[in-house]
């Protein structure tokens, strides 16, 4: 047997299986495997004959697959694992699945999965949670694991790794049908007498198939409309929430009457939902008579917190609408939830300790990812903490520095205003995180040599609509951003270098001028190494209107919400101030805009000078302060 493979001699055991074939990333996915399930043997197997064996010898309690790329007889692997082993878990690691997929489908289903490369905090939550009490939940009852395999599963599976493979099915020892998939994507179905997407629903509605795959893939045989995807998501749909996560389990489940919870409340708001999971899981098995409430967003968290009134609120600080800071200073502010106690969860402490210097409902911050003793440990701390004082209302606490008002929005010039030069235009400067006694103010890069300060920035976008004139020449766009990551490059070689390596940045707070322009866009460390959206120049139209401009018509098309066409926005900033955090780690950058003027590709790795030239007309900001939408104009 492999040396990968063995366990220590004293093993009782509980252990864990990952499927890796290349060294350096079984490495890295182990190491965090250690460190995330320190309690656990943790086994490595290079091929799926190699796994087998060892699950046969130590049962497993969960299987980590990457599977990109794919590997040859993954369905039939875990067809053994079905009849072996239908208590263990599985978590897939493989390209994202479609979102809408993903949303719908949530935490049902033989097979969890996360996107490759993945979030640490994510994959650790995901690990604790499937080897914590996964088949049990306050809200869902029981979850599936290896024995509630479906062809949805081994489907999402193949989509997951890229795979190109037939999937046979049979109901017992009788066929019925096949599945054919060509690079994730899902092309033929045949079920009986059925063909295409009448054959995937009986495929996808039909329990107890058995699977299995051959790769004699020839020619694709397209019969699958409409796509198989907006098929996956009506079953979803249909489905009752009991078979949602069925049990299929040769082993019966240890039975108990249910305990009431009838203890203190408490509301983890966090948008990974493993994560949820996890805290769930861990404070009611902490103690059982604590009621634990999850939302996924901002807007739903703060109604759950009214709802329920609970007495501490768990609260992450990037929501994909609200942002925890946001969340916090609004529940402080209403008398009704101003004495709930909040601890704040993130991995970007930066970002938390400067939100509990001035934010007094925020008693504790814990960095992700973190473990259950210490999730644990800071939750009892704060129920049993004395209440807190409420400050008068005579002197409210504000922000180090609250973003001015948006000024109302005017038309501009067609030329660029003038570069300000004067000392007096620069901004104040960004202090430090002012944690007591207060400290002197941050380092502000402050380089005479001209060009120094220069930075590059590039922000993918998604076109919401396009004008043509006339003459059919291309009018105004309007655009949003498509993801808060951007790209950052400083030409300067001292500034450059005086940033940590490797360091991605995301969008916060934007200001503007007086005339609704962006003055001056501030940014925040995103934990990781920036990676390239991908940029679609196919413009699928959704709906076609005539539109007055300039006292003449224009056309406007508007995309499919399935297929935006997406572009990069290329701008010229200068670095304006540098903030750090009170462990003095960068935690913001201030990039003063050099005007209305940028550049729009469609290939970030072609010259800048290749991209068309735009000028901004329109800014239009979230209540975060962030980017919402973008009106550009063609620079003729």
């Known amino acids: 047997m492999p040396a990968s493979l063995r366990t220590s001699p004293a093993n009782p055991r509980r252990s864990i299986l990952l499927l890796e074939e290349y060294d350096a990333l079984s490495a890295a996915i182990g190491a965090a495997l250690r460190k995330f399930a320190p309690e656990h043997d943790l086994a490595i197997a290079k091929t799926l004959r190699d796994a087998e064996i060892f699950a046969g010898k130590n049962a497993p309690e969960l299987f980590v697959i990457d599977a990109d790329p794919p590997w040859a007889g993954i369905t039939n692997f875990l067809e053994k694992l079905r009849t072996k082993h239908p208590d263990a878990r599985a978590l897939v690691i493989g390209a994202p699945l479609p979102a809408e997929i993903a949303a719908a489908r949530g935490l049902s289903g033989a097979l969890q999965f996360v996107d490759k490369p993945f979030d640490l905090a994510a994959f650790g939550a995901a690990v604790q949670a499937l080897l914590g009490p996964w088949r049990e939940s306050q809200v869902g009852g029981l979850r599936g694991s290896l024995g509630s395999l479906s062809a949805m599963d081994i489907m999402l599976l193949h989509y997951a790794a890229n795979a190109t493979v037939i999937v046979d099915l049979r109901a017992g020892k009788t066929p019925f049908g096949e599945i054919e998939i060509y690079g994730g994507e899902v092309a033929h179905a045949e079920a009986g007498k059925l063909i295409g997407a009448e054959a995937l629903r009986e495929i996808l509605t039909s329990p107890e198939l058995r699977m299995s795959e051959r790769s004699d893939v020839a020619v694709a045989r397209q019969t699958i409309k409409p796509t198989w995807q907006s098929i996956v998501l009506e079953v979803l749909a249909a489905r009752p929430p009991e078979v949602a996560s069925p049990v299929r389990t040769e082993v019966p489940l240890e039975t108990r009457p249910a305990k009431a919870r009838t203890g203190k409340k408490i509301v983890a708001i966090d948008d990974t939902e493993m994560l949820l999971v996890f805290v769930e899981g861990v404070l009611t098995t902490a103690d059982e008579t604590l009621q634990v409430f999850t939302a996924k967003s901002g807007a739903e968290g703060l109604a759950l917190v009214e709802s329920a009134k609970p007495d501490l609120v768990l609260l992450d600080y990037f929501l994909p609408d609200i942002n925890g800071e946001e969340i916090s200073r609004r529940l402080r502010d209403d008398e009704r939830t101003s004495r709930i106690p909040v601890v704040m969860m993130s991995a970007h ?39 807190r004082k409420i400050r008068a209302k ?56 001209v060009g120094a300060k220069e930075a590059v920035l590039g922000l993918f976008l998604e076109v919401i609509s396009m004008q043509f004139t006339p003459q059919l020449q291309m009018g105004s766009i309007l655009a949003r951003p498509a993801s808060l990551l951007v790209s950052l490059h400083l030409p300067g070689k001292e500034l450059a270098g005086a940033l940590p390596p490797q360091v991605g940045f995301q969008l916060a707070a934007t200001e503007t001028d007086a005339k609704g322009q962006i003055a001056f866009m501030r940014l925040v460390p995103s934990g990781k190494p920036f990676q390239a959206a991908q940029t679609r120049n196919v413009f699928e139209i959704g ?76 800014v239009k900001l979230s209540a975060s302060g962030q980017i919402a939408e973008l009106a550009l104009d063609p620079v003729k």
Not at 400 to 417: M, S
Not at 418 to 425: L, N, V
Not at 563 to 589: N, R
Request: aromatic share 4%.
């Open 394 to 449: 005579a002197a409210p606490i504000s922000p180090p520095q609250a973003p001015p008002a948006r000024p109302k929005r005017v038309e501009i010039p067609a030329a660029p205003p003038p570069a300000p030069t004067a000392p007096a235009s620069l901004p104040p400067p960004v202090q430090r995180v002012p944690p007591p006694p207060p400290i002197a103010k941050p380092t502000i890069f402050e380089t005479p040599a």
């Open 349 to 387: 402490m930066p970002q938390i300790t400067r939100a509990a210097s001035y934010l007094d409902n925020i008693v504790a911050t814990v960095e992700k990812p973190f473990f259950s003793k210490q999730l644990v440990e800071i939750v009892q701390r704060s129920l049993t903490a004395p209440p």
């Open 543 to 618: 709906s076609v209107a005539v539109v007055p401009a300039d006292a003449r018509q224009r056309v406007q098309l508007t995309p499919t919400g399935s297929a935006p066409m997406t572009v990069e926005l290329i701008a010229h900033a200068e670095v304006a101030g540098v903030q750090l955090s009170s462990t003095f780690q960068l935690a913001q950058l201030a990039l003063r805009w050099l005007g209305p003027s940028v550049r729009v590709t469609l290939n970030p790795k072609a010259p800048e000078a290749s991209a068309a030239r735009f000028d901004i007309t329109d």
